[in-house]
Each structure stands twice: as C-alpha cells, then as structure tokens.
C-alpha cells in the first residue's frame, strides 16, 4: 500500500481552494492509501501568529478534515508540533538544502515582499516541509500547483542524501488535480484564491454561511460576453468558475458548457452557488458537531500516535546512516 501524506498550514479560514486543490483528494486517497494529514503549526508560525487565533485555527483545520470526509481510523490526523520528529528531520533537512535552492522559492519571495523584517523560519520552511514529507517515506503528496515548487526540492533533496548516505528516502511524487490545481480569486482572475487575502469577497470560505456564498458568486467578476464557454486564455473568470462547477457537481465542463448554451452568466452563477451550498451545508453541519463533541484532542492523540509511529524509525535510520551515534 502506498503512503500519503499532506499538510495545511493553521493560519487562516480554509477556502474551497484548499478544498479541491488538498482536501477532495485526501479523502480519496484514503481508500486504498496509508495516509497522513497534518496541521502544519510549525510551519505556520513562519510568520507571527496570535497564539489564541493559531490554535483556535488548528482546531477548525482538524474538524473541516473529519467534517469533508476523512475518517480518523483509516488516515492518522495529527498536529505537526505533537510529532517530534518533524523538528528533528526539519534541522537535518536544512543542512542539506542550499541557500541559493531557498532563494529560488516564490512562496518565500511572495511572503517576503515589502516586509521590514523576515524571520529565519520563513527562509528555511521549505526544508522543514522537505522533512515533513521525507519523514513518512511518502510516495505521493496531494497539494495545489502552488507547492509544486517546494515538492520538487524535496525530491532533489532526497536523491541527494540517498546519494551521499546510502539509498533510504523514498522519492515522492506530486499528486495534483487535474482541474483546480490553481483555483482563483473570485475579483481576479490573475491572482490565486487565498484565505490571507484581505477582501472576503475573492474567496469562498468553507464556513461561509449559504447566503454570503450566493452573495460573492453574484459579485464574481466575468468578462463582459455571455457565452459559458471553457477557455482559461481568453475567458479566465468564467473558466475559473466552471472549474469551481465541476469540482462540486457531477457536470463535466463539455456538461456545464451545453447547459448553460444561450443563458448567460446569471443562471450559470445562480445554480454554482447553490452545488456549493448543497455540498457545504451538509459540510457545516458535520463540522459543528464534531466541535461540539470534543472529539478533537482524542482524534488528535490517536493519529500522533499512528504518525510517530510511522516516522521515529525512518528518522533513526537517517541519523544512523549520517553517523549519528544511536541512543541506547
Ligand atoms: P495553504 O493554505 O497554503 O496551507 O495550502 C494548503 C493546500 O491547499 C496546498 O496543497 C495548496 O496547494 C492548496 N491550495 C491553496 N490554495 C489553493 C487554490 N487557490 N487552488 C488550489 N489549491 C490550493
Ligand atoms: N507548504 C504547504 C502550504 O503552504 C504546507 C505544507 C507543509 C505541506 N508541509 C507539507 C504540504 C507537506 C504537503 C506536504 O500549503
């Protein structure tokens, strides 16, 4: 069985892009995977946290995962900073990753665009997330286009200490979804939807009530045609949307394209709002329930058990083979 793992950083409400680009497919995967999810609070403090907000969002992460489907006795769901190990293997992973190799990051360049001062956290993340997934021997890391970059480095990383230390990390692969690999901001269709995006409008949260939902769809910007038609050169905000449509329906684009033939973009946005709805109400609920029942610390202490499981003896092996004497 293949091992899966993934991670979501506890610094914002979730949005329905890191629905269909992360969540949507660790529910799959979790069939016939061994996977892992985590809240990355370790990486999350790269930038200052509030520690009441960080941990409030560490709990609404760990609920949304449960309340979208991911059953915590077939996927260990765990806090990153409750497995030691990650801290460990980060430290190890940063000697062995280039200054020039985190200097090429964007995630990096992005964040630290006009800041006065930046901590050292932020610079070597990228080596933190390389352990994270080098720590399970994961063959396959669900994410969104936007980590392909970070994924990359953790494969150049691994060939490089299997190289230097003898064959013992297993080379993932980026899993990526075909459609919403990249979902974008309802109010631009050139930037990536993001919960740290100051207007509430360019995205859809997880938890937004139904009539906010219906409200920023009807304020979704198109161009000024009629035509439902699927094509992200000329057309990215309806192209945008229909991607968003397919992620929550069963329609195809081909689908979407033909029902819509004719109507214009009121009714297409009309019924999108509403196959949002349908699969977030439900949603909502489950999640509700699941805070109320403080289940989460019991969820949480079982899955960094199953993790740390999982990850002490790969890390031993790399501390041997690095010449590390081992504790008795
Ligand atoms: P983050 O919110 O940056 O911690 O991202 C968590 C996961 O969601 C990562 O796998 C991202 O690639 C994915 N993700 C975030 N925003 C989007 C988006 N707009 N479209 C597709 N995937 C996304
Ligand atoms: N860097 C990822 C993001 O911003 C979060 C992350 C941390 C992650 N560790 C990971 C994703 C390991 C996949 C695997 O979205």
């Not at 993934?6 to 269909?20: A, D, R, V, W």
């Not at 260990?76 to 990051?105: C, D, K, N, P």
């Not at 665009?113 to 901590?119: P, T, Y």
């Not at 993340?125 to 399970?136: G, R």
Request: aromatic share 8%.
């Amino acid at each position: 069985m293949k091992t899966v793992l993934s991670g979501i950083q506890p610094s914002g409400k979730l949005t329905i892009g890191n629905y269909i680009g992360a969540i949507k497919n660790y529910v799959a995967l979790q069939k016939d995977h061994d996977c892992y999810f985590m809240a990355v609070d370790l990486h999350a403090i790269t930038v200052p946290q509030d520690p009441a907000a960080l941990r409030e969002q560490a709990e609404m992460i760990i609920a949304l995962y449960v309340a979208a489907g991911i059953d915590p006795d077939k996927a260990a769901i765990f806090m990153q900073s409750h497995v030691r190990a990650h801290a460990e293997l980060g430290w190890i992973m940063t000697t062995l990753t280039y200054m020039g190799e985190l200097e090429r990051m964007t995630q990096f360049k992005d964040k630290s665009a006009g800041k006065e001062s930046v901590g050292a956290g932020l610079f070597v993340y990228p080596s933190l997330q390389v352990a994270d997934i080098l720590l399970y021997n994961a063959d396959l890391v669900p994410i969104g286009e936007d980590q392909k970059q970070h994924l990359e480095l953790t494969r150049d990383v691994a060939h490089r200490f299997n190289t230097r230390f003898g064959d013992t990390f297993t080379v993932p692969e980026p899993y990526i979804p075909e459609l919403g690999a990249r979902i974008m901001s309802l109010d631009d269709a050139t930037k990536k939807m993001s919960k740290s995006n100051p207007n509430p409008g360019s995205y859809i949260a997880l938890l937004d009530s139904p009539d906010e939902i219906r409200k920023k769809l009807s304020r979704a910007v198109t161009d000024s045609g009629r035509e439902v038609r699927y094509d992200p050169v000329n057309k990215p905000e309806v192209s945008n949307l229909m991607g968003i449509y397919a992620n929550f329906s069963d329609l195809t684009l081909k689908e979407i394209e033909a029902k819509y033939d004719g109507q214009g973009y009121g009714a297409f946005k009309k019924d999108l709002a509403e196959a949002i709805v349908a699969k977030l109400e439900p949603l909502q609920s489950r999640y509700r329930d699941i805070r109320e029942s403080g289940d989460i610390a019991r969820i949480l202490k079982q899955g960094a058990e199953k993790a740390a499981a999982k990850a002490e003896p790969i890390l031993a092996l790399a501390k041997e083979r690095m010449g590390f004497i081992p504790s008795a």
